[in-house]
């Protein structure tokens, strides 16, 4: 059971804006920071949005975060292919004294 | 660019130490603001936080693994690495190393990570 809740699964069309939550509770998300990272198939995670909303160098615009009291959000416009991956969420407890991660979510593009 | 590799036994008996060692290249390790961290995924599971070192040798665990883990630095070759005691089959994990950006303990992330490496527990 993770610390972070998302969705199992998420799914879209090519073009397709589709977004995925993250929920949590006041020690982790309410009070601190919202990192995703995009895992591809067979590889490491790679940091995707960090602090709520900035995107790495590199990383398209058609990723973006956005965070709202304990739940946080990803979206990604315009769906590609290349898309499919896992989406975790992570963000300090303070509770727990510990970086949690999400479950994570499986985005598959039809 | 940075990068970084991790390094170590695949295979793991029970009750042992799993000693793991990741080597930063293009890039100091003693850069300041980045601490150094351990992650590790279960096969078809999710990420856990193992915890990270700051070049100077200070060091925050997970909680729920704190007992069994120590982590430790070496600025002279540019690695730090991870030693985890009691093993079980639990234990068995991708276990990835990753520079840890802590702007302050609200804000702090993971980039880049290493390739990881299975580490398998069985006997």
């Known amino acids: 059971q993770s610390v972070l809740t998302q969705p199992p699964s998420a799914s879209g069309t090519p073009g397709q804006r589709v977004t995925i939550s993250c929920s949590g509770s006041?020690?982790?998300?309410?009070?601190?920071?919202v990192n995703w990272y995009q895992q591809l198939p067979g590889t490491a995670p790679k940091l995707l949005i960090y602090?709520?909303?900035q995107r790495p160098s590199g990383v398209p615009d058609r990723f973006s975060g956005s965070k709202s009291g304990t739940s946080a959000s990803l979206a990604i416009s315009g769906l590609q292919s290349e898309d499919e991956a896992d989406y975790y969420c992570?963000?300090?407890?303070?509770?727990?004294?510990?970086?949690?991660f999400g479950g994570g979510t499986k985005l598959t593009v039809l | 660019q940075l990068q970084l590799q991790e390094s170590g036994p695949g295979l793991v008996k029970p009750s042992e130490t799993l000693s793991l060692t990741c080597t930063v290249s293009g890039g100091s390790i003693s850069s300041s603001s980045y601490y150094w961290g351990w992650i590790r995924q279960p096969p078809g599971k999710g990420l856990e936080w193992i915890g990270s070192?700051?070049?100077?040798?200070?060091?925050y665990y997970n909680p729920s693994l704190k007992s069994r883990v120590t982590i430790s630095v070496d600025t002279s070759k540019n690695q730090f690495s991870l030693k985890l005691s009691s093993v079980t089959a639990a234990d068995t994990a991708v276990y990835y190393c990753?520079?840890?950006?802590?702007?302050?303990?609200?804000?702090?992330?993971?980039?880049?990570w290493g390739q990881g490496t299975l580490v398998t527990v069985s006997s």
């Open positions: 602090s709520n909303n």
């Open positions: 990753a520079r840890h950006r802590v702007l302050m303990v609200r804000a702090n992330w993971f980039d880049p």
């Open positions: 070192i700051y070049y100077s040798g200070s060091t």
């Open positions: 006041s020690s982790n998300i309410g009070s601190n920071t």
């Open positions: 992570a963000a300090w407890d303070d509770s727990l004294n510990a970086v949690v």
